[in-house]
């Protein structure tokens, strides 16, 4: 059955608990949550997390600088290019290198189709947590088409291993810029029949809206960044705080709501969806010339010393920590994932609330649970 | 009666808004043009992949059955787990002097994670990635693969 | 074999051409009755007719269910820009068999602590539930099993019947949380009959009886959901939404849903038995699509506009046991729609719906349709 139900317990408050098992079509990856419930009436939940842990932070510490990358790709997956990238960010600042322009606008462009297309899978699988399963064939039919676009510039869909210090792997291939162009299209005549299915529908808003709200204060406490954040007016973008690659020769806005609750925090996804369309507009057509990549040496060395860096990914702020002593493996490596600090905020969120809404507040939170793990 | 008025209204936005979700879906159901599916083993001769998918590692060899892998082993430096062996042998040239040259390439296909370091810093561009992605089979023996040919040798000109 | 040499005995008599016998099945059947009633003493003729019609409808039942499960994979499908069962045979007509077939295999689990006369009962109340009701619905002119005078309140009456079914599986599988379901489910079902039962009243009124078959005589110049324009049209939308939440679907299959929790009444049911239940519930389906034919759109009538005119008899010339089957399937396919493009509700919005939205507007709309029956305001 799709939960594993056991009764663990009861006592004379007529409550009980029960287990949102590790395999469950909404968790979206292994998580298991104990709820214990009155009635309908969620009280507590707790997450029990390590189902998927690989030890990447170790395995990290006997890995050279360019064999880290493709460990991160794993990490969040959908937002694999974005981990690749917060470590050859660190590694280069590190070095204190000059990066090309080519490098950084290819770097900003597929940071962006990630972003889209992670929060196409979102849109995708929210629908179908909430019963609505024909959005979850829309979101990743047009998915497909960011993938496809990855696929033929880097080899890999999801699990890309594209960025290594000093640039990227391969040059753009020549289709690159018809094919984004012809994505952007599809797409901006896709998206108002995503609104029609799923924003507008009354069923929808009686499931989401005044769900699960999150204050202001509860949100900087927690440290929720990313869409889930910035729903509640947590001005939190990296993107536009401390700028990395091309992001600071482009305009665009950052997504903010007051409410924060769960369909705010849908919202937010939706129009940074439009946000990401908007930057790769501004950058498709002139993509500088030069090199792909900067020439390193074969064998890199940080100079001892700490160094971090963050990114902003489809679910918040990724930070990597590098502790390095000199030698051709860093010391330790620790990710500040975004995952990890969202779900802390869940069993405050929950309480009062139907079991029915955990599923809801659970999916707008869009957890990966790899990332939760390492 | 303000109160019917928005309890009215909410009825009525409520269905409008169920009304155009049902026009969205029934109007994919309409079109059997919008059929995304691939009916693949069937499709095989029409397949395209894309010329950088990541199927596996392969040595091209050319049609004198050559080769460009002199034996160096920075690939297997280089491979973060362990997925590549490479196993050199020292031969005799006919100039009297000894040669270090490739006996075999030892790639296991099962243990790679397609992170395309070896491709990348080869020196002489010995590897490659192929397209071919049907690689499921039963014995996980036949997954570690020797990627140099029998009888292939290296090609000459590329260095040492 | 002897029903046979009645109908050749017929057909060989007059010089009435055979396709004649779909656009009026009344000779066929009468003419069966009278082969019968000469071959064998009358008690006999009618346990013979009961048991031709019983297997008939068992026949019906099982083809009609088995195309709907695969109607409803293929709709599905093509609203998911996909395929849908596309290998066991010829575009996958026969993968509800291959699936019937797995589940005959299945082992039938006896639970320890169940109460085993009530667990193996309760599946042989939805379906026998449903075979009443089939019973009572014009297929035909003609093809018409029960023409009671209280058509529509015995059919009312029966399907309510079903609720007992699910608790009695609910209750007899000794689980909290089939129980839960269970308790959810009827709930849900005792609920909506209420809207289900008003707005089939809000049609009595404007045919003025509820013999189904007066009722569709009635659409002879006209459907009543033209006739009886704005309570008819509202009657219509209500029943189409308190009906389908009446047969768990749709949007309101929270009890059984895939992503919530308790998993519904028939989780501890496996084999067969679950596949009765399954079944029951597409046929449920299509006793709600039926009747909202018959009583809305004219049943097997065809489209006629005001009396006897060129464009009705155009419309005539289809037979009417194609134009009952094609409501009924169109109506079938809206359900299926509603299903596949919704989210689902939760269970207090799901009640909230029925008892502060549903039925005051039920209640409101059968005072208009009742004034304008009594001011002649309807076509």
């Known amino acids: 059955m799709e939960e594993k139900v056991k009764d663990i317990g009861t006592d004379e408050q007529q409550e009980y608990i029960i287990n949102i098992g590790p395999q469950h079509p909404s968790t979206h990856g292994v998580m298991r949550l104990v709820v214990s419930l009155k009635g309908e009436t969620v009280k507590n939940v707790e997450p029990h997390l390590g189902y998927i842990h690989r030890g990447i932070e170790k395995m990290c510490e006997s890995l050279t600088y360019p064999q880290i990358i493709h460990l991160t790709d794993r990490m969040d997956y959908l937002a694999a290019h974005m981990n690749n990238e917060v470590v050859c960010l660190a590694v280069e ?30 849109w995708a699988s929210y629908g179908m947590d909430l019963g609505g399963q024909t959005c979850y064939f829309y979101g990743l039919r047009d998915r497909e088409m960011v993938l496809d676009i990855f696929e033929e510039t880097t080899g890999g869909r999801m699990i890309v291993s594209y960025n290594c210090p000093g640039g990227v792997m391969y040059d753009l291939h020549p289709n690159f810029q018809k094919r984004v162009k012809e994505f952007l299209k599809h797409f901006r005549k896709v998206l108002p029949e995503y609104d029609d299915i799923l924003t507008n529908n009354v069923i929808f808003h009686e499931r989401t809206v005044g769900i699960g709200p999150l204050s202001l204060k509860d949100a900087i406490s927690y440290g929720i960044t990313g869409p889930s954040g910035r729903a509640s007016g947590f001005s939190c973008d990296v993107r536009k705080h401390e700028p990395y690659s091309a992001y600071d020769r482009v305009n665009f806005n950052e997504v903010l709501y007051t409410e924060g609750d769960a369909f705010h925090r849908y919202l937010a996804r939706v129009e940074e969806m439009r946000e990401s369309m908007n930057i790769i ?86 957890y990966v649970i790899p990332d939760i793990d390492r | 009666m303000r109160s019917i008025i928005n309890y009215l209204k909410d009825i009525f936005l409520g269905v409008r808004s169920l009304l155009k979700g049902m026009k969205v879906t029934s109007k994919y159901f309409w079109s059997p043009s919008s059929i995304v599916t691939e009916k693949y083993p069937e499709n095989r001769k029409t397949l395209v992949m894309l010329e950088r998918s990541k199927g596996e590692v392969i040595m091209p060899h050319n049609d004198k059955n050559e080769h460009h892998c002199n034996g160096c082993g920075i690939c297997q430096i280089n491979c973060p787990n362990g997925s590549i062996e490479v196993i050199s042998k020292i031969i005799d040239t006919e100039d ?47 997954l570690i693969k020797v990627l140099n040919k029998p009888g292939s040798q290296l090609m000459k000109g590329v260095e040492q | 074999m002897l029903t046979s040499f009645g109908i050749i005995n017929y057909l060989s008599a007059q010089s009435v051409p055979w396709w004649k016998v779909f656009y009026d099945f009344t000779s066929l059947t009468k003419n069966i009755d009278a082969g019968l009633h000469n071959a064998m003493s009358p008690f006999w003729t009618i346990m013979t007719e009961m048991v031709i019609i019983g297997v008939l409808f068992l026949l019906f039942y099982a083809v009609v269910g088995l195309f709907l499960v695969y109607a409803e994979r293929k709709v599905c499908a093509f609203i998911q820009n996909r395929l849908g069962p596309n290998r066991v045979g010829p ?6 068999v291959a699936d019937l077939i797995k589940l005959l295999f299945k082992e039938l689990i006896p639970i320890k602590n169940a109460d085993h006369f009530l667990f193996n009962l309760a599946p042989y109340f939805v379906i026998i539930v449903n075979f009443m009701v089939l019973a009572a619905i014009p297929y035909a002119l003609g093809l018409h099993a029960i023409d009671l005078n209280i058509g529509i309140f015995y059919v009312i009456a029966v399907s309510s019947m079903s609720v007992i079914g699910v608790l009695l599986a609910g209750w007899s599988s000794n689980s909290k949380y089939s129980l839960l379901g269970a308790m959810r489910s009827g709930a849900q079902i005792v609920s909506y009959e209420l809207s289900v039962g008003l707005a089939l009243a809000t049609v009595v009124i404007l045919a003025g009886s509820m013999q189904l078959s007066v009722i569709i005589e009635a ?102 046991v194609i134009w009952f089957f094609a409501k009924t399937f169109f109506l079938i396919w809206v359900i299926m729609l509603f299903k596949w493009t919704f989210p689902r509700l939760r269970i207090d919005q799901l009640l909230t719906l029925e008892w502060k939205y549903l039925l005051p507007i039920n209640i409101v709309n059968l005072l208009i349709m009742a004034f304008i029956v009594l001011m002649g305001w309807h076509f």
């Open chain 1, 93 to 122: 600042k590190a070095l204190e290198i000059e990066i090309p322009d080519r490098v950084k606008v290819i770097r900003t462009l597929m940071s962006e189709l990630t972003r889209i297309q992670s929060h196409e899978l979102f």
């Open chain 1, 281 to 366: 507009d501004q950058l498709i057509d002139n993509i500088p010339e030069g090199p792909y990549a900067v020439k390193m040496k074969p064998v890199i060395k940080l100079p001892e010393g700490e160094y971090y860096q963050r990114v902003e990914t489809p679910r918040g702020e990724l930070g990597v920590f590098i502790i390095s002593d000199g030698n051709k493996t860093p010391y330790r490596v620790h990710f500040r994932t975004p995952n990890f600090a969202n779900l802390s905020v869940l069993n405050h969120l929950v309480k009062g609330f139907k079991i029915a809404d955990l599923i809801s507040i659970f999916g707008s939170f869009d």
């Open chain 2, 96 to 142: 009297g002097k000894k040669k270090k040259i490739i006996d075999r390439h030892i790639y296991n296909l099962g243990q790679c994670t397609f992170c395309g370091l070896c491709v990348k810093t080869c020196p002489s561009n010995a590897l490659a990635f192929s397209t071919k992605f049907e690689h499921a089979v039963f014995n996980k023996a036949l």
């Open chain 3, 91 to 96: 575009f996958g007509i026969f993968q509800t």
């Open chain 3, 219 to 320: 659409q002879r110049t006209g459907w009543f959901i033209f006739k009886g324009h704005i309570p008819a049209v509202i009657a219509f939308v209500i029943y189409i939404i308190a009906g389908t939440a009446e047969t768990n679907r749709g949007p309101f299959d929270l009890a059984e849903a895939e992503s919530e929790l308790t998993a519904g009444y028939h989780t501890e049911y496996s084999g067969i038995k679950f596949a009765f239940f399954y079944l029951a519930e597409f046929i449920n389906m299509f006793i709600v699509a039926s009747i909202a034919a018959t009583v809305f759109f004219g049943g097997w009538m065809p489209l006629h506009f005001g009396a006897d005119n060129g464009f009705n008899r155009i419309m005539d010339f289809i037979p009417p």
